[in-house]
């Protein structure tokens, strides 16, 4: 079987136990390991690989029936199990030593060919149809056409194929058009020039050609093609910058490193003597965790060694036994010239394992060696790597797959349409044949038969033959059939996608860096119409991600870092008030210490100031590319070989800038600089700080990097007096418990402090450590790294334990400021009844201050809190208090954390959905990725199923983003990623509030209305053939000619409702702005309920009733015209007339488009109908009939007359309705809410919280006017 669900295999993997976890890939002379060999030998030989004695080894003996289940977790290296793996290298010397069977029997990894194309040249057309022909009303139409070539079909053919031809044929060119772009992107990415070693020779092959176990040559600012583990690098440290903006998101560079103990390759030649094997784990999605090991001959290393490293400094060479980023060694420990012959090589006893019948040096792999797919090389020359993982098996491509399909609210309610009009259609056949047959319309006056004509029609012999019956049933199918719209989706697609550019375009939301909006999907336009929830995200959404350090205290002090770049002093003075006073930080040991911990204690870089990027901005600055590209390969060679001799990099403030993995370590780091403790860079693990003048450094031993369980990250560092130091700061609730000394209280106080400010916190602590606690901790560390079934785990604990026993020396406060004009948005959402939902994974208290700050919740608002309760019961009686307490309450909102929120998922999820839904506002913090999405979709599948959207602007906000209905991306600082998975984009926060109010309601009013009027249109179009079935005795006669049956919904009606789905504005945009409560209008899909289809409905039978009758009543005064044709053009005519007369009386935005379209139905309607009257083309489609009858019927002036009393008589009851209806809503309104709210005010005056939102807004942005609109958005029933 080729095709499995991948639900299926993800269960049958899950369940298996026998499948390898690993994947195996060879490279040079190495043995290829079977899966017999099970013995594993954890060794401390001193194996003579360096010259020394070996130890005895230790066995640990596997069988192969032992069971997978049997093998402790904690094992270092449990048996392998049988593994994918690929002999790379087709000379290999072994190459002829393997099974030939069992090699042929191999699973092959995939090519790196990447298609996102769904079609080629010889597939687009069957498989096109075929597609097409799936939605229900086009193979409904294909059955009809079908019927009609079968049977004696009272029309032609033709009048079914060829709309539905049409209908196709525009389908297939819009996704054959959509088609070629994706196969011109495919092609640019598989023919882009990528060079490889092969045969020991740099070729240049196209990235489609890249193989499993190919070393990769890249060079600065290219992309990476596929997977790769990094081996060697320009970079003397064995290094690379990359920007992973199109993977995760986020901008900032990271650090990859290759695997500690490898040789240095630096050159093509070094690969001459590369022997090694990558084992490691099988594709997945996950792009922040990776495991593997990679396997070295024990006799290969040595020579690879001596080989690779004749010309690079003894110094540069990295211990097998540290990791780059967890464990960096110092160089004596790099180096030990006293134990081997060979003083260049490193001591690699402690990581020697056994496999089979060889003995291999074992290094440890992780995420921090691996290159993705999709990142681009940065501030690097170039860099050399192995392939692991090519084509649909890199991380890029398992986590691009599709999401679930999402479908808008007017499309469901038009499958409902559907389902009634095709009753309708089944009702009018059955009346019709039961008529048909039941009756006998053709007696003779004197009892005979009736006339000899209509004998084929006598219902006594069709009852006899089936056939016939059979024939009656499809003939009346035929006429009626046309009452189901079948240009209706081909209309509905180019409305979308053309409408969506209208988003795009809308110049007030393009921000000061010309951004423009940016729409992902047409297919949900109308849905920015209905959304009652957002779900918002707050770092970099509703604010910034702008950091700013403000405050900070150390000991029992407290300092505020003020405009004037200085550190001040606050104490508490007479009569409470608060004082300030100027302190020099290098005069304070505390201060100084304090400082220097936050200059040590991170991640940063330093790196060249940005130059403009050529692979974003406008097309002009690409030009100069080539130009600049040796210089810029200069100054970065510049950067990653510093001087000769000098232990840090030499800093220019003003071409040198700090690369942070988090905006708020540049902050801390930037006031650091302006306080006088300037961090100047690293130099072989040496950290440099600038204090005053005086250099200080410090060799960083380890780094223990952040993680979201630990919510802390460490430096481990040792000072010139052979101190060692560990360095921590992190989220208080994770440092404060794991401090015994410092002042706990104070810094805790202040803490909260903080928080109610809206500043993002951090606690900060240290603690010495002897010789005997750091090499006990790195021997742990190291054992652990080498673990095969959960390593993280392993190696979080070990990192827990030596982050314990601190002593807590102070905590600092950034501010991340609000956006422009959030409390406007946020106040109009409130105003046009959307509910507003902070999530966020900030602590609760910052959380709460922020939603004040940006008028979430105002002075009035109840705050209701569950926080910091794991207990399930205690959550559970919380929540049901205030459910009781918040019935039927106003203006209140429910604050929430992450860890209450997990509880009360598993313990109470109906009841805590109620309590959540009840409050007007939600607050949810300390939130995981995951559980936002979880949130929305508990609000998402809640009865009534309301529209929600979500608005984020990180890479954790996708998940949040794709399980809402409608999902919005911020292009803000933190990269791209939740931009590209939303289905609509913007720059800014504030063009949020324009998107939905705005563009939401156009786009659903348009939507809404053309859809209605296509049902409306088609019933006036049919339902005279109804009528006229009971003058033609329901002989199966047609009223209408096949020219009128083929083009009234592609030319004749569908050009002016295509107009109106564009360019439709009931309310201007100014009025939309200013009134949001019209949003609430549309709620709920409120222009396709019964009660406003019921209207359009009756609208079409009274329309098709004035079509047919008029002209039947007048007929007799139509001179010389007494046939079918004649009188079935005339009642078409009135069709058009009265279809054009309704769109226009429905409209509200009259523009020239619009009139143009008016004027094309008409025209396009009198030439095609003259033409086709006066051409002979009854060979083709048997028109004798209709020769000369169109331009007869327009000679007569009875016939302009009646058409002026159609059109009068059909759209004057329109009219009246409409008027009396907006007048009656006018005067209603009035006088329902006349006295209500001047009762409302007269009670609740002083609740009004008009100075206090002042304030609060106030002291972010700027004063806020209340107007007269804005104050009836805090009434209740304002609308």
């Known amino acids: 079987m080729d095709y499995v669900p991948k639900w299926i295999s993800k269960l049958f993997k899950k369940k298996s136990k026998s499948e390898a976890p690993f994947r195996r890939i060879y490279k040079g002379d190495v043995p290829y390991l079977r899966d017999s060999d099970t013995d594993i030998q954890r060794s401390s030989l001193r194996k003579s690989v360096n010259g020394r004695v070996a130890r005895k080894s230790i066995v640990i003996p596997r069988t192969r029936n032992r069971a997978s289940s049997d093998i402790d977790d904690d094992e270092e290296d449990p048996a392998p199990k049988p593994v994918r793996r690929q002999s790379i290298a087709r000379s290999a010397p072994l190459a002829h030593k393997k099974d030939p069977a069992e090699a042929g029997a191999q699973e092959k990894f995939p090519d790196n060919l990447v298609v996102t194309a769904r079609y080629n040249i010889w597939n687009f057309l069957p498989k096109n149809l075929f597609e097409q022909l799936r939605r229900v009303v086009n193979f409904y139409f294909l059955v009809i056409a079908f019927t009609q070539t079968v049977i004696d079909s009272p029309v032609h053919p033709i009048t079914a194929v060829s709309p539905l031809a049409f209908v196709l044929l525009v389908t297939a060119v819009k996704q054959g058009y959509e088609d070629w772009l994706r196969h011109k992107n495919d092609d640019q990415v598989n023919n882009r020039a990528v060079k490889v070693l092969r045969d020991g020779i740099l070729e240049e092959i196209q990235s489609k050609d890249i193989k499993v176990g190919d070393i990769v040559k890249l060079e600065s600012d290219e992309q990476v093609p596929t997977d790769l583990l990094l081996l060697g690098s320009s970079d003397e440290y064995l290094r690379c910058q990359i920007n992973t903006a199109n993977l995760d998101g986020e901008t900032n560079l990271k650090l990859r490193y290759c695997p500690s103990g490898l040789p240095h390759f630096k050159h093509e030649d070094d690969f001459d003597t590369c022997h090694l094997i990558v084992e490691c784990e099988h594709p997945c999605e996950d792009l922040y965790e990776f495991s593997g090991s990679l396997l070295i001959p024990a006799d290969k290393l040595a020579l690879m060694h001596m080989t690779n490293n004749r010309n690079i400094s003894s110094t540069s060479l990295h211990a097998p036994d540290a990791h780059h980023a967890n464990l960096r060694p110092s160089k004596s420990s790099s180096v030990k010239s006293g134990d081997s012959q060979h003083p260049h090589l490193p001591d690699f ?173 047409s297919d949900l336009n109308e849905e920015l119409g209905q959304i009652e929830y957002i779900f918002s995200d707050k770092t970099g959404t509703l604010t910034q991600n702008l950091m700013k350090f403000h405050h900070c205290t150390v000991g029992n002090l407290r300092y505020e870092y003020k405009s004037d770049q200085r550190l001040h002093q606050l104490s508490r003075g007479r009569h409470d008030t608060v004082e300030s006073s100027k302190v020099e930080v290098a005069k304070s040991k505390e201060l100084l210490e304090f400082f220097k911990t936050l200059a040590l204690c991170h991640s940063v870089q330093v790196v060249p100031k940005r130059r403009p990027s050529f692979d974003v901005g406008p097309t002009e600055m690409k030009f100069f590319k080539n130009d600049k590209k040796s210089k810029l390969s200069n100054r970065r060679k510049s950067m990653n070989t510093p001087e000769p001799g000098a232990s840090e990099v030499q800093f220019d403030p003003g071409s040198w800038e700090y690369q942070a993995s988090s905006p708020d370590e540049k902050a801390l780091l930037e006031a650091c600089e302006t306080l006088g403790v300037l961090y100047k860079g690293e130099k072989e693990d040496v950290l440099t700080l600038d204090i005053g003048g005086t250099h200080e450094h410090y060799k960083r031993l380890m780094q223990l990097e952040f993680d979201a369980d630990r919510k802390c990250m460490s430096v481990i560092v040792e000072n010139s007096k052979g101190e060692k130091w560990l360095l921590t700061k992190g989220a208080e609730s994770s440092i404060i418990p794991k401090c015994d000394h410092g002042p706990t209280h104070e810094v805790l106080k202040n803490v909260m402090d903080y928080a109610l400010m809206g500043l993002r916190t951090l606690a900060i602590a240290r603690k010495e450590l002897t010789t005997r606690q750091y090499d006990d901790f790195a021997n742990e560390l190291r054992a652990a790294r080498r673990l095969i079934k959960n390593r993280q785990e392993k190696v979080r604990e070990v990192y827990s334990s030596i982050e314990s026993h601190m002593t807590l020396i102070g905590a600092t406060g950034v501010e991340d400021q609000l956006q422009e004009n959030v409390p406007e948005t946020l106040q109009s959402f409130a105003a046009a009844g959307i509910r507003v939902w902070m999530l966020t994974g900030d602590k609760l208290e910052t959380g709460v201050n922020v939603a004040v700050s940006c008028g979430l919740i105002t002075a009035s608002t109840k705050q209701y809190i569950v926080a910091k309760t794991s207990d399930g019961e205690v959550i559970e009686a919380k929540l049901t208090e205030i459910q009781n307490e918040m019935d039927g309450a106003d203006n209140t909102c429910f604050v929430i954390d992450g860890d209450s929120l997990a509880i009360a998922f598993k313990v109470c999820p109906e009841l805590l959905r109620l309590v959540s839904m009840a409050a007007f506002r939600v607050v949810c913090c300390r939130m995981a990725p995951l559980q936002k999405a979880q949130v929305v979709q508990m609000v998402k599948n809640s009865p009534g199923s309301p529209t929600c959207c979500a608005v984020g602007d990180g890479a954790n906000d996708c998940a949040m983003i794709l399980a809402a209905h409608v999902g919005i991306g911020i292009l803000g600082k933190e990269g791209r990623q939740a931009a590209r998975c939303a289905d609509f984009a913007i720059s800014k926060f504030g063009y949020l509030r324009r998107a939905v109010l705005v563009h939401g309601h156009w786009y659903y009013v348009r939507l809404a209305n053309l859809a209605n009027y296509f049902f409306y249109k088609n019933v006036v179009f049919i339902m005279p053939q109804f009528f006229f079935s009971f003058n033609s005795n329901f002989s199966t006669q047609p009223i209408f000619n096949g020219l009128f049956l083929m083009n009234f919904n592609i030319f004749f009606s569908s050009v002016p409702i295509f107009i109106f789905g564009l360019t439709e504005q009931p309310y201007s945009s100014e009025t939309l702005l200013s009134q949001p409560h019209l949003y609430k209008r549309n709620r709920k899909n409120a222009l396709m309920t019964v009660n406003k289809f019921l209207p359009w409905f009756l609208s079409s039978l009274w329309h098709s009733v004035v079509c047919y009758y008029l002209p039947y009543l ?166």
């Open 1114 to 1279: 007048s007929w007799d005064n139509f001179d010389n015209m007494n046939d079918v044709s004649t009188f079935g053009a005339v009642v078409f005519t009135g069709v058009i007339v009265v279809a054009n007369c309704k769109i226009a009386v429905e409209t509200k935005y009259l523009s020239w488009w619009f009139l143009g379209s008016q004027v094309f139905s008409y025209i396009s309607y009198l030439f095609l109908t003259g033409m086709f009257s006066e051409v002979d083309l009854r060979p083709a489609l048997k028109s004798g009939e209709f020769r000369h009858v169109f331009f007869t019927m327009l000679s007569s002036v009875c016939f302009w007359l009646l058409m002026l009393l159609v059109g009068v008589t059909a759209t004057l009851p329109d009219i009246t309705f409409a008027a009396f209806r907006n007048s009656w809503k006018q005067i209603v309104r009035h006088f329902k809410g006349f006295g209500k709210h001047s009762k409302w005010l007269k009670i609740h005056r002083k609740n009004i919280p008009i100075p206090k939102i002042t304030f609060l807004f106030s002291k972010r942005t700027g004063s806020l006017t209340i107007s007269n609109s804005t104050l009836t958005s805090y009434l209740p029933n304002s609308a």
């Open 349 to 521: 006893s402690s990581g020697m394992i056994r496999q089979g019948m060889t003995d291999f040096l074992s290094i440890p792999l992780s995420m921090e060696n691996l290159v993705l797919r999709g990142t681009r090389l940065k501030n690097t020359d170039y860099i050399f790597g192995i392939v692991v993982y090519t084509g649909r098996d890199t991380r890029l491509a398992r986590n691009s797959e599709k999401s679930e399909a999402k479908f808008s609210t007017v499309e469901r309610a038009v499958n409902y349409y559907l389902m009634f009009f095709v009753g309708l259609l089944l009702f009018l056949v059955i009346f019709c044949c039961t008529m048909h047959f039941a009756v006998d319309w053709f007696p003779g006056t004197d009892g005979t038969e009736g006339p000899w004509y209509a004998n084929d029609n006598n219902p006594s012999r069709s009852l006899n033959d089936a056939a016939s019956v059979f024939s009656i049933i499809a003939s009346f199918t035929i006429l009626f059939n046309y009452i189901i719209p079948i240009s209706l989706y081909v209309t509905v697609e180019m409305q979308k996608f053309l409408g969506s550019k209208f988003f795009v375009w809308d110049l007030e939301m393009m921000d000061e860096e010309g951004r423009q909006a940016l729409c992902n999907t």
